[in-house]
């Protein structure tokens, strides 16, 4: 698992060139599914636009990346949109520019520059987030020592989830790789080893970019 960079909600660009008028949006997808659904969601939205091209990114090494010209010369829309995510490094992505026709013919040089710049716009728009790989973890400790434990999961990194309170303190987090071994290391020490480490597999976590 490695990071990559997402963003989170949906952001906006828009890009006018000779009266043609060129709308992104960009917004967040975990499958391909939720990608066709955004794209076919803003065809709705703007049904009277000539054109709504399209493309997206999902997960990594080397994941899913489509995009589609709708109707646009081939080469001119989508692929200068994906080539904007590639650039931004960003991953369950997904990109829509609308253009709506001026009257008067921008020629392929023209159109990779309009949605290129739309799309952008809307990456520069967008709120970015890290999404960092982390070994989710519990450690359960009892009261008397779960005070000191806090300190130790924030040295090293560590998010809690959760904590569950019963004859024991049960803490669920996420721990970077890098910092596991320290960080269970540190437990131990603190608590005489009498804390219960226990790892559950790996997620990803959210940070800022």
Known sequence: MNPYRTVEGESAGEYTEKRSRFIAALAPVSSEEEALAFIESKRKTYWDARHNCFAYIIGGNPGISRAGDDGEPSGTAGRPMLEVLKGAQLSDVCLVVTRYFGGTLLGTGGLVRAYTAASEEAVANAQLVLMQPGIRMTVSAS???????????????????????????????????????????????????????????????????
């Open 143 to 209: 009261y008397s020592d779960a005070g000191r434990l806090t300190g130790i999961f924030a040295k090293y990194g560590a998010v809690v989830l959760s904590s569950d309170y019963t004859d024991k303190v049960a803490f669920t987090l996420l721990v970077p790789p890098e910092t596991k071994t320290q960080l269970v290391s540190a437990v131990e020490n603190a608590t005489a080893a009498r804390a219960e480490t226990e790892e559950a597999g790996e997620e990803y976590y959210r940070t800022k970019a």
